[in-house]
């Protein structure tokens, strides 16, 4: 079966760090597409981040500079390393993967993210 | 930058068909998909490359994309189709979403 599971979450303080994780089963990271997305409470769907199979990494203005996008090979994981966070950046965090332009196929869970003092 | 514009919202009754468009500049150059969310679901991909249906995905589901314009449509809608609906394309390297269209079946 195809999965992807998200995890990492949780209540930070603005400014701080997380690193959210999408371990994957079924299907191998570095040979697709994998994307991050988030939905802001009661909001639609947010692009944040994508890392193509021949290692481009892109960003969504509101993270460039912010957020980082990478993957282990060995472990099958995706990463995204959130820096300087921001209120704004509240939400729940989903990994997809796509084959461009098949769409992204398969989704992962998500995992909630609180920016709050 | 690149947008993609929804209605916020449609109405239908139970049995017709729900028509959602989704509007950007010349969007029939690029390819669109369609996914659909469910109150504190992940979305899932009904509608790519602008009109074909992943498997298990009913034929009831279509959709189109000439113009400006692209269209997913729904016949003979059902209460379980009640959900968000967002369309989305890549512009250069980028994933672009439409802010969605809330589907409500009376």
């Known amino acids: 079966e195809v999965q992807l599971m998200v995890s990492g979450g949780g209540l930070i303080q603005p400014g701080g760090s997380l690193r959210l994780s999408c371990v994957a089963s079924?299907?191998?990271?570095?040979?697709?597409?994998m994307i991050w997305v988030r939905q802001a409470p009661s909001k639609g769907l947010e692009w944040v981040s994508v890392?193509?199979?021949?290692?481009?990494?892109y960003y969504a203005d509101s993270v460039r500079g912010r957020f980082s996008i990478s993957r282990d090979n060995s472990m099958n994981t995706l990463h995204l390393q959130m820096n300087s966070l921001r209120v704004e950046d509240t939400g729940v965090y989903y990994c997809?993967?796509?084959?461009?332009?098949?769409?992204?196929?398969?989704w992962g869970r998500g995992t909630t993210v609180t920016v709050s003092s | 930058s690149y947008e993609l514009t929804q209605p916020p919202s449609l109405s239908v009754s139970p049995g017709q068909t729900a028509t959602m468009t989704c509007s950007g500049t010349?969007?029939?150059?690029?390819?669109t998909s369609w996914y659909r969310q469910k109150p504190g679901q992940s979305p899932v991909l009904i509608i790519y490359?602008?009109?074909r249906r992943p498997a298990g995905i009913p034929e009831r589901f279509s959709g189109s994309n000439s113009g400006n314009t692209a269209t997913l449509s729904i016949s003979g809608t059902q209460a379980t189709d009640e959900a968000d609906y967002y369309c989305q394309a890549w512009d250069s390297n980028n994933v672009i979403f439409g802010g969605g269209t809330k589907l409500t079946v009376l």
């Open positions: 490359q602008d009109f």
């Open positions: 890392l193509t199979s021949e290692s481009g990494s």
């Open positions: 997809a993967r796509e084959n461009p332009p098949h769409g992204m196929d398969v």
């Open positions: 010349n969007l029939g150059d690029k390819y």
């Open positions: 079924g299907l191998t990271v570095s040979k697709n597409y």
